[in-house]
């Protein structure tokens, strides 16, 4: 089992550009949800995805958007980046169905560096 | 809301040191509450996780009980090693279908 993967590793971008953030989630999992982690800091939650929508957001601006693909694959997508948005992407995985409590498996994180 | 409060690091210790760092937080409900780990340049790691009161997470040495009278759930590990070295996070959550709320992170290091 691969577990949660994330790609790319590292990035480099520059202020008013776009990005795109890609996740595979461990295999079973069917929900996956975005943390930024700035330098320093505990990671803040973004988003969830489950069935291809979009179920809970954080205190996010509209730049920061996502997806989620029929395997349950999953793409953040950050528009004009700022300066701010420099920081460690990390993806989660986890199963919603079955009724009991399963815990968010994280991958390794992209670490996102805008200049 | 529901938040996390941890100690504030860093935390330096000898090696084979008793480790405490303190977690408290605030919720609603019943949460479950983790522990997790980033070693340096890496990502998260579930270190150990209790899901109701008076359960005892552990892993690793590592300890922690889910006090809900005290809204608490302190980390704690008999003897740390240098290995031990990271970034420790005190995180709660409502379930798979919840978000995950972190607490700042207590950086420890483990000194020969």
């Known amino acids: 089992d691969a577990g949660v993967t994330q790609s790319p590793t590292h990035l480099i971008k520059t202020r008013g550009q776009q990005v795109t953030l890609r996740c595979s989630p461990k295999?079973?999992?069917?929900?996956v949800s975005w943390y930024q982690q700035a330098l320093g800091q505990g990671p803040q939650f973004i988003f969830q995805?489950?069935?291809?929508?979009?179920?809970q957001r954080g205190n996010f601006p509209d730049r920061f958007s996502g997806h989620q693909f029929p395997n349950y694959s999953s793409e953040l997508n950050v528009n004009a980046l700022l300066l701010g948005d420099s920081a460690l992407y990390l993806c989660?995985?986890?199963?919603?169905?079955?009724?009991?409590?399963?815990?968010?498996?994280f991958g390794p994180g992209t670490r996102l560096t805008v200049l | 809301g529901n938040s996390v409060t941890q100690m504030e690091g860093p935390v330096t210790l000898s090696e084979e040191a008793f480790l405490t760092i303190n977690c408290t937080y605030t919720?609603?409900?019943?949460?479950?509450l983790f522990w997790y780990v980033q070693y340096p340049g890496e990502g998260l790691q579930l270190l150990l996780k209790?899901?109701?009161?008076?359960d005892k997470g552990s892993n690793k040495g590592f300890e922690a009980t889910y006090r809900k009278e005290t809204t608490s759930f302190h980390l704690e590990k008999g003897s740390v090693q240098v290995s031990d070295s990271a970034v420790y996070f005190c995180?709660?959550?409502?379930?798979?279908?919840?978000?995950?709320?972190f607490g700042p992170g207590t950086s420890l290091s483990v000194i020969p």
């Open positions: 919720a609603t409900g019943y949460p479950s």
């Open positions: 995180a709660l959550s409502r379930g798979s279908y919840d978000k995950v709320i």
């Open positions: 989660a995985s986890s199963l919603t169905m079955g009724g009991n409590y399963n815990e968010q498996f």
């Open positions: 295999s079973g999992h069917d929900t």
């Open positions: 209790a899901t109701k009161a008076d």
């Open positions: 995805y489950y069935e291809e929508e979009e179920r």
